[in-house]
């Protein structure tokens, strides 16, 4: 199970392609045996603390995570005989609950709170490792999660790509996959003696990171139904990291692209795949005819059936709706 995480799939996006003049790419995250990109941070963080020697066969993991970190890390600890202990904002998707719940996760809900006040599901999550005696997986500043990134997602797009990666945008929850991305890149462009490709960050409305990489202010504007993405700070993965340029993208905007590409082009992606393609879009107009940009499909679009793809979920919202729904 372990060996069938990574190695996914680099799909052509064929409307932002032909939109563009470029070749956008979609890494098709979303077939990982935990449905996301996250099982590669969950392997990797697992990995690191086997290595540490701070876990061994019947210890205990425990995380706060939007979920998606959370199964990653269930199926990978019952691979390894761990018991995983997840705390999560009781706001995410059931489908993402549900999950966790059926793959045997010892789950706690919790009131969605900022990242300052104590009751975060962050520092709840602290708490429970140090009560528990488990290990606090700890993915936001925890640079095994970027390291997980650097030596397989970058590895693997710049194999895929034939080195030809001009552009890479992806959104951020912890940071990891930017971060581990724009370093693994980076040092294979240097190892060849090319320029470093252009390292885009796509921002959710409601996130601060955009306004920190364009201004150096971390002020935060708007909101997003979007899950798994947003920061409200530079965490530890994002440290020390090379990042070009941030695009902020509306979900009015995301939407009508992941509705589009699931039913022009059979590829069904849930909502921070939408972020990352209005960015690489975006970032393609930016550089012109004739490049090549690659993104992550994070997840699928089933996670989120009873928000994204639930007409009155989104009329609420007054967001748009899929055509074949409405
Ligand atoms: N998309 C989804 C659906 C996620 O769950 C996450 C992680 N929370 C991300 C994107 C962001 O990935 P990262 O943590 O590597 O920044």
Redesign the pocket.
Known sequence: MLAAIGHTPLIRLRAASEATGCDIYGKAEFMNPGG???DR?ALAIIADAEARGVLAPGGIVVEG?????GIGLTLVGNARGYRTVIVMPETQSQEKIDFLRMIGAELELVPAKPYRDQGNYVHVSRRRAEELGGVWAN?FDNLA?REG?RQTTAREIWAQTGGRVDAFTC????????AGVSLGLAELAAAEGRPAPRIVLADPEGSGLAGWITSGDLSIEGGSIT???GQSRVTGNLEGVRIDDAERISDAEALPLIFDLLKDEGISV?G?SGINIASAIRTARKLGPGHTVVT?L??GGARYQSKLFNPEFLHGKSLPVPSWLG
Not at 171 to 178: N, R
């Open positions: 996301s990109v996250k941070a995570t939007a979920g998606n970190t993915q999660n990134h959104a951020c929850g912890t940071g990891g996959t930017l899950e798994g993405i849930g921070s992550i994070c997840d």
